[in-house]
């Protein structure tokens, strides 16, 4: 049991590039997350999906697309990557229990973007 | 305002001793609280969890909430040098920005120096 896994764990790219981050969860959890954390700004929720097929915006999705491709895998994708995305971005996943919501992280992905 | 708020420290304790670390929220009608710890460098941890008003232990770790005062505390007692840690606050509210009520909101965290 892997809990939630994300690739790459570290990347670096130039202004305008694309990519795309994977996230995967083994724990058949319904509802997945993309943060983003930078110094002093705590995490702030990108995108989420509380099911296969459903994706809604964050708190900060400019910038930035996803995917629910299945029940396990979530992607965040850059298509024109800017500075300003330079940050560490991590996965999480939860199941849904009434009033419960415990999320559950990835290790990271830190990105540079020169 | 910020939604949830927590003192960034650093808050330095010495080894043997009771840590306390504080967070605020403004959404009175949130309904879960969680309690991470995240290590440098390293992604958030979940260590407690909290849904109605009182304490929670669970081993050296003490959760208070007090749904009145929008307040939530951790308590960690005969602190380690291996809970020194940032640790970060937060919250699942009822606020128009939740999707289906499954959003949480973090606070900014409280850098915690257990000194041995």
């Known amino acids: 049991n892997a809990g939630v896994t994300q690739t790459p764990k570290f990347q670096v790219l130039k202004t305008g590039q694309s990519m795309t981050l994977q996230c995967a969860q083994d724990?058949?959890?319904?509802?997945m997350y993309w943060y983003r954390q930078d110094p002093g700004m705590g995490l702030r929720l990108i995108y989420y999906s509380a099911s296969e097929g459903t994706t809604d915006k964050g708190e900060v999705p400019n910038g930035y697309n996803v995917s629910r491709l299945n029940k396990r895998e979530f992607s965040l994708r850059l298509e024109s990557a800017a500075p300003s995305q330079t940050s560490v971005y991590f996965c999480?996943?939860?199941?849904?229990?009434?009033?419960?919501?415990?999320?559950?992280f990835g290790p990271g992905t830190r990105l540079t973007v020169l | 305002q910020k939604e949830v708020e927590q003192n960034s420290g650093p808050l330095s304790v010495p080894e043997g001793a009771i840590a306390s670390l504080n967070c605020t929220y403004s959404d009175r009608g949130s309904q879960s609280f969680f309690w991470y710890r995240q290590y440098s460098g390293k992604s958030p941890e979940l260590i407690m969890s909290i849904y109605s008003n009182g304490d929670k232990e669970d081993g050296r770790f003490t959760a208070q909430l007090n749904k009145a005062s929008q307040y939530v505390s951790l308590l960690i007692r005969d602190s380690q040098p291996s809970d020194s840690a940032t640790y970060l606050c937060?919250?699942?509210?009822?606020?128009?920005?939740?999707?289906?009520?499954?959003?949480?909101?973090f606070g900014t965290g409280t850098r915690l120096t257990i000194i041995p």
């Open positions: 999480a996943s939860s199941t849904r229990q009434g009033t419960y919501n415990e999320q559950f």
């Open positions: 724990m058949n959890h319904n509802s």
């Open positions: 937060a919250v699942k509210g009822l606020s128009e920005s939740n999707f289906g009520n499954e959003k949480l909101t």
